[in-house]
């Protein structure tokens, strides 16, 4: 059974940093598109970063661009988030999720939540001033 863990939340302050893991069983990431998503309250789920199942080519939300850094751990079997330069705008419920490669985005990664197939149960995220 595909499972998905997410861990490394917490609470921060504006300016700090955190690691978020995500630990897969049941699928290897090395097949995959791995997908950071993100949740605040009242707010839709958002694409913040994602690895390309080659492992090569990562992608960024324009508001995450330069402070993010989504990893492949394949030994492991696990997808890192380092978060780095907290805002307060970055409090949420960040998610991970999986798309196994089937031929498409083949130089790209899925950005839309109904196109990933496997979630985490998200972990919570908070920044503070």
């Known amino acids: 059974q595909e499972q998905l863990v997410e861990s490394g939340g917490g609470l921060v302050q504006a300016g700090g940093s955190l690691r978020l893991s995500c630990a897969a069983s049941?699928?290897?990431?090395?097949?995959?598109?791995m997908g950071w998503f993100r949740q605040a309250p009242g707010k839709e789920r958002e694409f913040v970063a994602g690895?390309?199942?080659?492992?090569?080519?990562?992608y960024y939300a324009d508001s995450v661009k330069g402070r993010f850094t989504i990893s492949r751990d394949n030994a492991k079997n696990t997808v890192h988030l380092q978060l780095n330069s907290l805002k307060r705008e970055d409090t949420a419920v960040y998610y991970c999720?999986?798309?196994?490669?089937?031929?498409?985005?083949?130089?790209?990664?899925?950005?839309?939540?109904?196109?990933?197939?496997?979630w985490g149960q998200g972990t919570q995220v908070t920044v503070s001033s």
């Open positions: 049941g699928l290897t990431v090395s097949s995959y598109h």
């Open positions: 690895i390309n199942w080659r492992g090569g080519s990562t």
């Open positions: 999720a999986a798309k196994y490669y089937s031929g498409t985005y083949y130089f790209t990664v899925p950005s839309r939540v109904d196109e990933y197939e496997y």
